[in-house]
Structures are given as structure tokens and as C-alpha cells.
């Protein structure tokens, strides 16, 4: 199997940064920590009420991410707003996500199947503006042919309720291992770059990574979490150690 990329989302710096209202603990200083301690890109979600990245940390972390020849992944939902922010930054990579403002954090996969006649339209936008176009999608085949539909070149599975089964010791945990990995193949099969993410820590990326097509993992509440009690960068190590045994590397 290939080696496996890891995205490091720094998000949830930016939400204790935004706490006390202060100007730290800056994301941008995490993201080069991340970078410096083995984390092949960086992913943030400017969501539409800014309550974690602002539109001064995108700005900010375009310009550190293509200085340090990494790919920022911009999370984004499907508004006119965030498209006029992509396309002014021009990110590597940007991964379409569902949105409400209510939810804690993402709560499912985009409806792509259903949001059709503006995704389809976006996606052609974005990629025509030379940035590569994910899809966050539960592991759902319709979604996933929605998504190749639309154009995009990447699916991203979320593997949130894989995480939770797991920590809570669901006998369902099985079945939704083996569903991430049907929706991988047939993710592949339609010619679709496979990513994973949400809810992943150190007990649950081996089994995902075990699951060959996926290609990248985005990791970001769990282990800005764990850098609390020792430190980020050797989170990341661990992190990618976890993810090279998995793969034999």
C-alpha cells in the first residue's frame, strides 16, 4: 500500500484563540509547528460565522503554506461568499462541506445527490480556477457518484460515526468499518482520489488506514486536544507513526 498523507486541521487553535477574545494562541504558528513536525498539509474551515478561523487566519495561512510548498485545504460550505473567498486566495485544494449554524461541529456528509444544480456549477468554477475539489460525503455510493458528477476530483469520507461506535464500544463499529471501505473501492473504481476524516485519534486510524484506496487522512480536534498534554508536534509523530505501521511503512 501507498504512504498515507496527513492533513492537520488546526481549527480548534483558532477556537481557544477566540475565547478570551485575544490574539493567541495563533493557528498560523500552529500550522508551521504542524508543517516543521511532519504534517504534509494544513486544513481550515472558515465557517459562515466565523467562530474559530477568521478571514485573516486564510489570508495568513495561504501565504505560509505556499511559502513552505504545502497544500492548504479550504474547508468551505456552499455559499457565494465563500466561493469569492477562494477564488481571492486560490488555496490548493478545497473540500465543499454542509453547514449549519447551529451544529457543534459537522454533523454528516454534504448532500451532494440534492444540491446538484449549485454544487455542480461551483465545482466547475473553482477547479477552472486551478484548485483541486473535494467532496465531504457520508459513505454513501449515491453521494459518492453525486460527487464524481459535479466534477470533483476528491471524495473525503467521514468517518465520524465509525469514531464514535468505536469509543463507545458499539457492536455497529464492524459494520461501519466495512461500509467506509466498500465506499472506498467504489469511490476508486469511478476514478475519485479517496480522503477520510472527522472524529479520528489513536485507536481508530489504523483500522481506517488499513483500508488501502484512501490516499489522506484530516485530523484536527483530537489532537489539538492531545498537544495539550504533550505538545503538538509529538501528537503529529505519533500520529504518523500510527498511520506508517498501518500502511508497512
Do not use: W
Amino acid at each position: 500500500m501507498s504512504l498515507l498523507r496527513l492533513g492537520v486541521n488546526i481549527d480548534h487553535v483558532a477556537t481557544i484563540r477566540n475565547a478570551r477574545g485575544a490574539d493567541y494562541p495563533d493557528p498560523v504558528r500552529a500550522a508551521e509547528l504542524a508543517m516543521a513536525a511532519g504534517a504534509d498539509g494544513i486544513t481550515a474551515h472558515l465557517r459562515e460565522d466565523r467562530r474559530h478561523i477568521s478571514d485573516s487566519d486564510i489570508e495568513a495561512l495561504a501565504v505560509i503554506t505556499r511559502k513552505r510548498g504545502r497544500p492548504l485545504n479550504f474547508e468551505m460550505a456552499v455559499t457565494a461568499e465563500m466561493e469569492t473567498i477562494a477564488l481571492r486566495h486560490r488555496p490548493h485544494a478545497i473540500c465543499l462541506v454542509p453547514e449549519r449554524r447551529e451544529e457543534v461541529t459537522t454533523e454528516g456528509g454534504l448532500d451532494v445527490a440534492g444540491g446538484h444544480n449549485s454544487i455542480t456549477p461551483l465545482v466547475a468554477r473553482l477547479a477552472a480556477a486551478g484548485m483541486r475539489i473535494s467532496c465531504f460525503v457520508d459513505a454513501d455510493p449515491v453521494q459518492i457518484a453525486a460527487a464524481k458528477a459535479a466534477g470533483a476530483q476528491v471524495v473525503e469520507l467521514h468517518t465520524g460515526a465509525y469514531c464514535d461506535a468505536v469509543r463507545e464500544g458499539s457492536p455497529l463499529a464492524a459494520g461501519l468499518l466495512e461500509k467506509l471501505s466498500a465506499s472506498a473501492r467504489a469511490a476508486h473504481e469511478l476514478g475519485l482520489e479517496v480522503h477520510a476524516g472527522h472524529g479520528i485519534d489513536f485507536e481508530t486510524v489504523k483500522p481506517i488506514v488499513a483500508i488501502p484506496e484512501i490516499m489522506e487522512l484530516n485530523i484536527g480536534h483530537f489532537m489539538i486536544g492531545e498537544a495539550i498534554f504533550t505538545g503538538l508536534a509529538p501528537v503529529i509523530q505519533r500520529m504518523r507513526a500510527l498511520m506508517d505501521e498501518a500502511r508497512g511503512v
